[in-house]
């Protein structure tokens, strides 16, 4: 259904290749989890390991969903200790599966395309959950946040990795740094009280500056990511030069994420009476579909594909902003956008449950299991 002859044959040709450059990771964690890793059962699966890790995040949304439904009210204090230790356990087990994976010989595309999509959907829920801790509410500016300092460089990163055949994660990065900030964001509620970041600058550095904190953190969040995506398009254009390759593909393959950002955004702004009512419905719509457009590119790289740049499930979305943008009256919207997010989480289900299957009869593998090893190796 996803996954021909060639596509199977170019996942038992695949070759993994990543670097972490960072810091944090070579000299303070990377050491503690090279220790850690030994505390895991060997019959433990790697894909078993990512797979809580994203519980854990969407446990922490839950949180939010019960407890601040419209994402600017404060939340019991308990839940700001919760939701940072939660993240922080979900990075520790996104760096120890692959460390399981190798130590059990487990390591197959499988896992990398897992990982990878569990991190999708991890930064969309995330960044809801942070948008909950700053009580920064349902607005298209509060969502300017998670795209600029997740969904931009996660969807870059993905596309250097398909163009260079090699995840790198530079010095300072999200998936380690980014999260010990966010993790220290939610912690400075629990210590100081929910409504820390509601305090403006100057009560807080004594600069005569009204702005909130909150506020304030939205026109920062593009500066940390400036160089991850400055190097992501760098090493892409080198490529692509080394190859003689065609630059109108990477124009295409940029296409998905440029139409999911312009028309989910522009759908934000012109229907914020909707936001207002629906935010979780709204920010999850566009969430779901970064996680499938980013889990399809990935699927294409494992596979040796040429990524499909055009996709179906972007269509509702252009139909949605349009009929807004434009004031029609042609069907109801609320209805409209809640049958697109029953349709996008059944698309997404189908995507991950049969490529799971597909990958796994091809590789001849067990996805939550680990072949036991011959113990005269």
Same mark, same amino acid.
């Given at each position: 259904?996803?996954?021909?002859?060639?596509g199977?044959?170019?996942?038992?040709?695949?070759?993994?290749?990543?670097?972490?450059?960072?810091?944090?990771? @070579?000299? +303070?964690? =990377? /050491? &503690?989890?090279d220790?850690?890793?030994?505390? %895991?059962?060997?019959w *433990?699966?790697p894909?078993l390991?990512?797979?809580?890790?994203?519980?854990?995040?969407?446990?922490s949304?839950?949180?939010?969903?019960?407890?601040?439904?419209?994402?600017?009210?404060?939340?019991p204090?308990?839940?700001?200790?919760v939701?940072?230790?939660?993240?922080?356990?979900?990075?520790?087990?996104?760096?120890?599966?692959?460390r399981?994976?190798?130590?059990?010989?487990?390591?197959?595309?499988?896992?990398?395309?897992?990982?990878?999509?569990?991190?999708?959907?991890?930064?969309?829920?995330?960044?809801?959950?942070?948008?909950?801790?700053?009580?920064?509410?349902?607005?298209?500016?509060?969502?300017m946040?998670?795209?600029?300092?997740?969904?931009?460089?996660?969807?870059?990163?993905?596309?250097?990795?398909?163009?260079?055949?090699?995840?790198?994660? @530079?010095? +300072?990065? =999200? /998936? &380690?740094?980014?999260?010990?900030?966010?993790? %220290?964001?939610?912690? *400075?509620?629990?210590?100081?009280?929910?409504?820390?970041?509601?305090?403006?600058?100057?009560?807080?550095?004594?600069?005569?500056?009204?702005?909130?904190?909150?506020?304030?953190?939205?026109?920062?969040?593009?500066?940390?990511?400036?160089?991850?995506?400055?190097?992501?398009?760098?090493?892409?254009?080198?490529?692509?030069?080394?190859?003689?390759?065609?630059?109108?593909d990477?124009?295409?393959?940029?296409?998905?994420?440029?139409?999911?950002?312009?028309?989910?955004?522009?759908?934000?702004?012109?229907?914020?009476?909707?936001?207002?009512e629906?935010?979780?419905?709204?920010?999850?719509?566009i969430?779901?579909?970064?996680?499938?457009?980013?889990?399809?590119?990935?699927?294409?790289?494992?596979c040796?594909?040429?990524?499909?740049?055009?996709?179906?499930?972007?269509?509702?979305?252009?139909?949605?902003?349009?009929?807004?943008?434009?004031?029609?009256?042609?069907?109801?919207?609320?209805?409209?956008?809640?049958?697109?997010?029953?349709?996008?989480?059944?698309?997404?289900?189908?995507?991950?449950?049969?490529?799971?299957?597909e990958?796994?009869?091809?590789?001849?593998?067990?996805?939550?299991?680990?072949?036991?090893?011959?113990?005269t190796?």
């Amino acid at each position: 259904m996803y996954v021909d002859q060639a596509g199977a044959q170019g996942l038992r040709n695949y070759v993994y290749k990543s670097k972490d450059h960072s810091i944090t990771n @070579r000299f +303070i964690l =990377g /050491p &503690i989890w090279d220790q850690a890793i030994h505390l %895991f059962p060997m019959w *433990l699966a790697p894909n078993l390991i990512t797979l809580f890790g994203l519980a854990l995040n969407l446990f922490s949304y839950l949180l939010v969903l019960i407890f601040n439904p419209s994402l600017d009210e404060a939340c019991p204090r308990w839940v700001y200790l919760v939701i940072p230790v939660s993240f922080l356990i979900y990075q520790s087990l996104d760096n120890l599966d692959g460390r399981q994976a190798r130590r059990t010989k487990s390591s197959s595309p499988l896992g990398e395309l897992f990982d990878h999509g569990c991190d999708a959907i991890t930064v969309s829920i995330s960044g809801i959950t942070l948008l909950s801790t700053l009580r920064l509410g349902p607005y298209w500016t509060s969502f300017m946040l998670v795209w600029n300092g997740a969904m931009l460089p996660f969807y870059l990163g993905t596309l250097e990795e398909y163009h260079t055949g090699a995840l790198i994660l @530079r010095q +300072i990065n =999200g /998936p &380690i740094e980014g999260i010990i900030l966010v993790s %220290f964001f939610h912690l *400075l509620c629990f210590f100081l009280g929910p409504d820390f970041w509601l305090l403006s600058v100057s009560d807080v550095f004594g600069i005569p500056l009204a702005l909130p904190l909150n506020k304030l953190l939205i026109y920062l969040s593009p500066l940390p990511v400036v160089p991850t995506i400055f190097f992501n398009l760098y090493y892409i254009v080198q490529k692509v030069k080394e190859q003689n390759g065609d630059w109108v593909d990477v124009f295409k393959n940029m296409t998905p994420f440029l139409t999911l950002s312009g028309f989910g955004i522009a759908w934000l702004i012109s229907s914020q009476e909707l936001l207002a009512e629906h935010p979780h419905v709204f920010f999850n719509v566009i969430g779901i579909l970064f996680a499938l457009t980013c889990s399809k590119l990935i699927f294409s790289c494992l596979c040796h594909y040429k990524y499909q740049w055009y996709n179906l499930y972007l269509v509702p979305l252009i139909i949605g902003s349009l009929h807004s943008l434009l004031s029609l009256n042609l069907f109801n919207e609320k209805y409209f956008l809640i049958a697109y997010l029953i349709g996008l989480l059944i698309c997404h289900f189908h995507f991950s449950y049969f490529v799971i299957v597909e990958f796994s009869e091809a590789l001849n593998i067990r996805p939550f299991t680990v072949k036991k090893l011959d113990k005269t190796n």
